[in-house]
């Protein structure tokens, strides 16, 4: 029972592209707000601090939404 | 000019390392304090250049891709990305836009003209047979990194 | 065991690179599709090995810190964090929880425990005034890497 437990939780687990992704909504929700608000753009490190994680975590997590890579389609054609 | 701190990265060319290459020299100069917009130009224009070594440099077999990035006083910053492949015979023309070696039409020959657009400075070093070093620099106007 | 991935990184001991290079591990091995849990253990770990070898291994100096990330059949992955500073002439004693050398009580002496406790294996090696290596390997049922 308890190896089927785990099973069914490592299954149910949150994958990290898609925590990823949540994140990097959230991030870029907070910086329209912040925009509207102060009539400029957020310096990373003030996302970081409304959101409540570290710098390099917004950084992290803003790659999950990046644009198709230019390795796979060219994205300027 | 003072360096006042520095990274190096190196990873075989497979095409899944070029988002982790991507992530990493955005993470490490977000110390800057950029914002999204000014890391999005890094990022893209590093992007291409670590591309290009997957994709050109090394065409049909897997090599090793270094990146060694800088900052120095006043927010500068300088990244260079260095392959180990087949080299290009002429940069001024790989460098115009447009131009692509890669027949089929799937390249749009702008990798260089994006760098250049994204960046303050690019400048290409190559030997054919030895590889290409490409060196990208800016300057950051940011309020400053944070001391330790 | 075939390796399937690896990047090495290099970086001064300066607090602000910690966290660039616990970033830099993690989008390493997001290529792995990891959960959010195995992952965040993944970064404890190596933010407690790159912490000490900031404040212990150099500990009035920066020095270089070295890391190695590998990936390997079955989701293997094994992390070299490496210094070349003071070292640890009882590694046995410096990995028992609550140990530290650190006066003032800042410091938890649980770094070791908790790396033991979030990987799957941890092995040190150290020479005094030569430096230390710590080994951290772990499986990560993921549900395997992107192919390229
Ligand atoms: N690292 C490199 N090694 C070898 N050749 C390269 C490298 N980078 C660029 N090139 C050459 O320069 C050309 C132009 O590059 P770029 O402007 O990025 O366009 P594209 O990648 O779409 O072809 C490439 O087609 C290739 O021939
Ligand atoms: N890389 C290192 N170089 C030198 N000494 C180290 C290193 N890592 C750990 N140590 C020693 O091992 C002790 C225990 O480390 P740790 O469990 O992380 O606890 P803490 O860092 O809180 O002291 C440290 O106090 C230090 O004496
Ligand atoms: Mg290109
Ligand atoms: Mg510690």
Redesign the interface.
């Known amino acids: 029972i308890g190896e089927i437990r785990r099973y069914l939780r490592d299954n149910n687990s949150v994958r990290v592209s898609r925590s990823m992704r949540d994140t990097a909504y959230k991030?870029m929700q907070v910086?329209e707000r912040f925009i509207n608000e102060h009539l400029r753009?957020?310096?990373?490190?003030e996302?970081a601090e409304l959101m409540g994680i570290r710098?390099?975590d917004?950084?992290?997590a803003?790659?999950a939404i990046?644009e198709p890579?230019?390795?796979q389609e060219?994205v300027?054609? | 000019m003072k360096c006042i701190?520095?990274?190096?990265?190196?990873?075989?060319s497979?095409?899944?390392?070029?988002?982790?290459a991507?992530?990493?020299v955005?993470?490490?100069f977000?110390?800057l304090?950029?914002?999204?917009?000014e890391?999005a130009d890094v990022?893209t224009a590093v992007?291409?250049a670590v591309?290009n070594c997957?994709?050109h440099a090394y065409k049909d077999r897997i090599g090793l891709v270094y990146i060694n990035a800088r900052i120095f006083e006043g927010g500068k910053i300088r990244i260079k990305i260095r392959d180990k492949g087949c080299g290009i015979a002429d940069v001024a023309q790989a460098m115009e836009p447009m131009f692509t070696s890669c027949q089929g039409g799937?390249?749009?020959g702008?990798?260089f003209a994006?760098m250049q657009s994204f960046m303050d400075k690019v400048t290409v070093i190559s030997r054919v047979g030895k590889g290409t070093t490409v060196t990208l620099s800016k300057t950051i106007k940011?309020?400053g990194?944070?001391d330790?």
């Open positions: 991030a910086k753009e957020p310096k990373i490190e996302i710098r390099e917004v950084v992290l803003l790659e990046v890579l230019s390795l060219p300027y054609s | 701190n520095e990274m190096s990265l190196t990873f075989p497979k095409s899944s390392n070029e988002g982790f991507r992530v990493s955005s993470a490490f977000s110390q304090d950029p914002t999204v917009d890391l990022k992007s291409e591309t997957i994709i799937e390249r749009a702008l990798g994006v940011s309020r990194m944070a330790d």
